[in-house]
């Protein structure tokens, strides 16, 4: 079992910053990724970055690509996303979680979400 919080969500305003963490807790995950997921109302989760814990191995979707950095940092056992230059499309609940792949079906372990609201 693996328990994850998010924290960092907000408002922010087109072209601002905004820094999303996740802690996670519960046992081990070393061979499998930590991926942020997005969910904008009346959408479907999307898969954001993911970062393979052990190796570092990154992954972005093309509409985040260049803006958002994932990182993690293992001996405290938690995720990062640095968002930079939000834009209203970014406008979504975050969740971060642990699993395989790009696909939300390739996760069974879930934070909460944050929300993340950008203004135009």
């Known amino acids: 079992q693996v328990h994850l919080v998010e924290s960092g969500g907000g408002l922010v305003q087109a072209g601002g910053s905004l820094m999303l963490s996740c802690a996670a807790s519960?046992?081990?995950?070393?061979?499998?990724?930590m991926s942020w997921f997005r969910q904008a109302p009346g959408k479907e989760r999307e898969f954001v970055a993911g970062?393979?814990?052990?190796?570092?191995?990154?992954y972005y979707a093309d509409s985040v690509k260049g803006r958002f950095t994932i990182s993690r940092d293992s001996a405290k056992n938690t995720l990062s996303l640095q968002m930079n230059s939000l834009k209203p499309e970014d406008t979504a609940v975050y969740y971060c979680a642990v699993g395989r792949g790009t696909s939300r079906y390739g996760y069974d372990s879930w934070g909460q979400g944050t929300q993340v609201t950008v203004s135009s």
């Open positions: 519960g046992r081990t995950f070393s061979e499998y990724y």
């Open positions: 970062i393979r814990w052990s190796g570092g191995f990154t």
